[in-house]
DNA sequence: TAAGGTGCCTTACAACGTAAGGGAGCGCCA
DNA sequence: TGGCGCTCCCTTACGTTGTAAGGCACCTTA
């Protein structure tokens, strides 16, 4: 019988590539070497001939979606070096909102891709060329965490469904959470997030990314001056 | 034959004490449920009588830490806002000090023991009693991110061993990185972190973390007034 | 003393990553 | 032309993980 049609040959971007999408359709935990290999029409153990372990795909996964944030950033130029960070801080988290697990995953990588000290070197060169000594602009890359990859480290994700914001408290105890939480009910009650403002998790929403960022890129200019 | 002497009954306590010194003492991928039964001199399913399953035993171990930051953060009062917060801050950061494991823990959890809400409550009261706008108060929560737990989420984990910045490269191309990593290599090099400095990972010292967060305290000060 | 709950154990299974080796197809060179 | 060796994928099997299902000993209480 004729073989099937699609066999293109595997290969190490291709399975990347797959991964990614796996990803990003069933989210990280479906991406196993068995499952994977399904989507590619290939047994698990074929795998390993393009990488050499699960560690290997997660890095490499890694490593691909930060070449999306590269290429996001490679446009940006003009303005102070404020204007500059910001545009390309946003870009980058223009592509994290493509691939929501993927601040989770760096959560768990022991080992960074290359291109990532690139991308922070382009940054550092940013900072001294504004007049930043290396001094402040080492503690200003340490105060921006992942800002510069377009996100920030959650401590909690959300949870999966409906506005469980207890574990197994029902509904009916508002009263009892406004009595044990006096302020952050009132909080909550006066800034409900807009449903429009685009969401990375519970606490990362765009207004709050910008927020944050703005005021660690105004208190590292007052610094610098 | 007497049976063993301390057979002390298991309980909820007993386990996640024992999983959280099983974690201090040899990393949270060694927190397993037959493991962790060895510790406790028990079988793996008896475990499973006081806790329902794995999820439920690292929500417990989470809640059982951050009961330690809980009470570490009792004795701080007096000085304004800022000067309470960070004293608390910090002293969270012991804890975290102490169970190195935890951030990366945390980021993987998907719900919150309801202690953190009270924790975070507490921190909303101190801003809106200082004058913080609600608005501002839940910008402010946002912009803390974890270091009211005294960590900051970081990026990457520090390489398991030796200083080993890249993956498979070898020490002879330091001119070479040099060459590729121009403002990094300048920067690390006027820059190399205190051995003193305590460190919780790669870009979490002790200084770093103060710095940031004078840096969000100061910014929000202004905002404030 | 019989009943029933409490607390731990035995057995078994599915899903995972992956070690070890096999074999089909190809190009290359004598 | 024939055989060698490389590339690429597959088959089989193993150890480790979490955990479902059920059993058995002990204590309490009626």
Redesign the interface.
């Known amino acids: 019988m004729a073989a099937k049609a699609s066999r293109k040959p595997l290969s190490r971007e291709r399975v990347l590539a797959a991964a990614v999408a796996l990803a990003d359709a069933h989210g990280i935990q479906a991406l196993t070497m068995r499952r994977l290999a399904d989507d590619l029409h290939v047994e698990a153990m074929s795998l390993y001939y393009h990488l050499r372990d699960k560690e290997a795909l997660l890095d490499g996964v890694v490593e691909t979606v930060i070449a999306e944030v590269d290429i996001a950033g490679l446009d940006v130029d003009g303005g102070d070096w404020r204007a500059r960070l910001r545009e390309q801080f946003l870009a980058a988290r223009q592509v994290m909102l493509r691939h929501p697990w993927m601040p ?1 995953l ?7 891709p ?1 291109s990532v ?2 991308y ?3 940054i ?2 940013t900072l ?1 060329g504004a007049g930043f000594s ?2 402040l ?3 200003a ?3 921006f ?2 800002m510069p ?1 377009g996100f ?9 469904a409906g506005g ?4 197994e ?1 029902a509904e009916a105890d508002l009263a009892a959470m406004a009595e ?5 009910t ?2 909550l009650a ?2 409900i997030h807009d449903q429009a403002d685009p969401t990375l998790g519970w ?2 929403s765009q207004v ?1 990314f910008e ?2 960022l703005d ?2 890129l ?3 200019e007052r ?1 610098r001056r």
């Open positions: 989770g760096l959560g768990t990588r022991r080992t960074v290359a000290y690139a922070y070197d382009s550092v060169g001294v290396y001094r602009a080492h503690r890359l340490h105060a965490g992942s990859l920030v480290q959650e401590i909690f994700s959300p949870a999966s469980s914001m207890e574990d408290a044990a939480l006096p302020h952050l009132s909080m006066a800034e606490c990362d709050e927020f944050t005021l660690l105004d208190g590292l610094l």
